[in-house]
């Protein structure tokens, strides 16, 4: 069974930073996509960052053009969120998501505060 957990919320200043990582565990082939969402209080979930398979390609929300950075790990089935220059408005709950050919998972979420 395929297990998301993503680490690394916490609570920051605005202008801190915070990195988000995603580990998943079980057996998972042929990944084609891997990304960050946020869902804000009150707010439909909306797409952060992508890195489509191979790590070559990566989307942002314009919201985090500049400010964040999707990475894979060389363990393959890692991904992190380098998130710097928070604002306020980055506030939210942050999950990550695995895309297959044939599934897509979800972790449960891990929650980012930022302070004014």
């Known amino acids: 069974q395929v297990q998301l957990v993503e680490s690394g919320g916490g609570l920051v200043q605005a202008g801190g930073s915070l990195r988000l990582s995603c580990v998943a565990s079980g057996s998972i082939f042929s990944i084609n996509a891997m990304g960050w969402y946020r869902q804000a209080p009150g707010k439909q979930r909306e797409l952060v960052a992508i890195i489509i398979s191979g790590g070559s390609s990566a989307n942002y929300a314009d919201s985090v053009k500049g400010r964040f950075t999707i990475s894979r790990g060389n363990a393959k089935n890692t991904v992190y969120l380098q998130m710097n220059s928070l604002k306020p408005e980055d506030t939210a709950d942050y999950y990550c998501?695995?895309?297959?050919?044939?599934?897509?998972?979800w972790g449960q979420g891990t929650q980012v505060t930022v302070s004014s």
């Open positions: 998501r695995i895309t297959t050919y044939v599934n897509a998972y």
